[in-house]
Each structure stands twice: as C-alpha cells, then as structure tokens.
C-alpha cells in the first residue's frame, strides 16, 4: 500500500520443486550422522578403542568381521551393528540418487554455482530455491544482510566494533559456512584471503566471518550472471559459463568487504550502498 515500486512475488515450480529436493538431501545427511553415531556408540563396546570418526559401511563390515562374540550381549551388539549397517547403506545409496537429481536440474537451470569451490548440488539447489530472483536485491550488500553475513555495528563511544549477525536465511548462511570450511582445508584464494586477514590481527573467528561475507559477494556476482544469461538466452536457451570464478569475490579492487549493513531493501530502485 506504501511502495508501490515493490517487487511482485511470483512463485516458481522449478525452484519449489529444487527447494523440496535439497530438504530431503538435508534429511538424509542428518539421519546418516545419526546412524553413523548409534554404530559408533555399539562398536565401542565391540572393538576396543572404537572405530575411526569417518566410517563407510564398507569399513564397518570389514571391522566386525573379525568379531567373534563371546556372549549373548557381545551377540546382540553385533546384530545391531549389521543391521545399522544396511540403513546406512540405504541411506548413502539414496544420497548418492539425490545429488545425482539435484546436479541435473541445477545444471538444466543454467547455474554455474557448483564451479565455485565448496558449493555441491545441495548447496546449489538451496541458494537457488532460497533466494528465487537474485535480481530482488539492489546490491551485494542488502543479499549478505538477507543471509546473515554482514556483520552488525557494535561500536560505542570511540571503540569501533562488529559484531556477528544472527539474523537473515539461516540455511543459506550454513551453505557459506561450509563452503568457506571446505576453502580454508584447501589451498583456495578463499584461503589466502583468511590467512591475510589472520596477518592484519582478526582473529580466527573473526577472519572467517570476514570470508563468508567476502563468499557472499562472489555468490551474488555469480548468480547474477548466471540469471542475466539465463534471461537473455530466453526460454529452451542453453547458457554458457562465466568468466567471474574467482573464489574471493568477482570485484578484487574493491577493498575489504565486511562493513555491516543495513537489512534488505524495500524497493528494487533504492540505490547501491558504496563499499569502504
């Protein structure tokens, strides 16, 4: 009643279809953890010392097989661990089908999200269902305040200070988070970039706040581009690839990118916030 220059909400069947998807690739990878600990908790009393953190069900079969029970408790344990076995090997064969189904439509929407270090066909779909048209956020800097990875000023008095942000999409916050873990285990610009910001005096924690929000922009930048080419290559097009891959954002002379912000704009024609 107040804007009228606001956004039309409009639904989209391909991205609810994708969202619905990358929930039950969510569930499956909570019910292997679940299944990996229940087998975790009976090996302990099976082998001693337990098993490994990071089990297949191959591992598994191939360590009780060497079991032999000695009473009718040691019995049980190892029925119980064969039979967890078969549920988690039912639940990777699901999960394998699911990122399978997922890494099609993904690439059929034209989405180049998954050349980006750290983003699987979960990951993508969920950014693409989460977000719907990226071209609802003005700038960079109103989508890292809608997923939570623009940090809030908290100064007072003459100390500047930031703190993290607790608001915005939760899920697609959790997507960033990973893919900055998977950058920093890995030898990545995204690592460079934290391993610089730990040089200038943030701490480990804050650095790796100061990564996600520089992931964020390259996201945008990346979705941006790939919607943009998905509109002019029109219904049935095929789209090509981006020339933006870079892990740390697809404008490397912009200065340091984790100035907080305020929260998403209202109207599509609000103007860019400048970056410091």
Known sequence: ?????????????????LGMLADRRDELGRARTETLCRLHRLLLELVPGGAKTFLSARQVRDLIATITPEDAAARVRLRLVTELIEDLETIDRKTRAADTELRQLVTERGS?????????????ARLLADTGDIGRFATRDRFASWNGTAPLDASSGDQQRH????????????????????????????RVYYDTRRAGGKTSME???ALKRRLSNTVYARMLADQQRREL????????????????????HTGPSDRP???????ASSAPTPMS
Do not use: F, Y
């Open 261 to 267: 912000h305020p929260g998403p704009t209202l109207k």
């Open 1 to 17: 009643m107040r804007a009228p220059n606001l956004r039309r909400v409009e639904a989209d069947p391909e991205l609810i279809a």
């Open 163 to 190: 703190r993290l942000s607790r608001a915005g999409n939760r899920k697609i916050n959790r997507v960033l988070h990973i893919m900055a873990i998977v950058q920093l285990r890995n030898h990545t610009p995204g």
């Open 112 to 124: 180049t999200l998954m050349d980006l270090h750290g983003i699987g066909p979960s990951s993508a």
């Open 207 to 209: 650095a790796l706040r």
């Open 233 to 252: 290559a029109g219904p049935g097009g095929q789209s090509g690839t981006t020339t933006d891959s870079s892990a740390t954002g697809s404008n490397p």
